[in-house]
Nanobody
Framework: QVRLVESGGGSVQAGGSLRLSCVAFGYSYTTYYMAWFRQVPGKEREGVAAIHIGVGGGATYYTASVKGRFTISQDSAKNTLYLQMNALKPDDTAMYYC????????????????????WGQGTQVTVSS
C-alpha cells in the first residue's frame, strides 16, 4: 500500500520558482532515502536531488545542473518531501517524480534509478523562456 503522491507542478516563466511536494502513504521504514527524479521524453530518467531520512540522516545530494537553485527537504511529521526550485530554466522542463528506497540499499550514488523501489506518478514542470 505504499503510495507516493506528487503535487506542485505547473507552468512558469524562466527565472520563476515552484515548490514540489510528495506525500508518502503506508511507508514504514525509519531509515531510507527519498529523491526527486525528472524525465523528458526520449531521455533517461535523471536523478535531481536526494535526501537521507531517519537515524543519522539529513545529508542531501544534487545533480550538478541544479546545485544552488534547487533545495530538497523533508518534514518527517507530515511524511512529506519537498523540492524548492528557484531560478528555473527551460532545461528544467520535465516530468518530476518522487521516489523512495526500500531501506538503505548499498550503491555508489544516491541519484541512481535502481536505488529506489517506490515511485510517484509524476508532476509536470514546464518552464518557458
Amino acid at each position: 500500500q505504499v503510495r507516493l503522491v506528487e503535487s506542485g507542478g505547473g507552468s512558469v516563466q524562466a527565472g520563476g520558482s515552484l515548490r514540489l511536494s510528495c506525500v508518502a502513504f503506508g511507508y514504514s521504514y525509519t531509515t531510507y532515502y527519498m529523491a526527486w527524479f525528472r524525465q523528458v521524453p526520449g531521455k533517461e530518467r535523471e536523478g535531481v536531488a536526494a535526501i537521507h531520512i531517519g537515524v543519522g540522516g539529513g545529508a542531501t545530494y544534487y545533480t550538478a545542473s541544479v546545485k544552488g537553485r534547487f533545495t530538497i527537504s523533508q518534514d518527517s511529521a507530515k511524511n512529506t518531501l519537498y523540492l524548492q526550485m528557484n531560478a528555473l530554466k527551460p532545461d528544467d522542463t520535465a516530468m518530476y517524480y518522487c521516489a523512495a528506497s526500500l531501506g538503505v540499499p548499498p550503491g555508489p550514488s544516491e541519484l541512481a534509478v535502481d536505488k529506489y523501489n517506490y515511485w510517484g506518478q509524476g508532476t509536470q514542470v514546464t518552464v518557458s523562456s
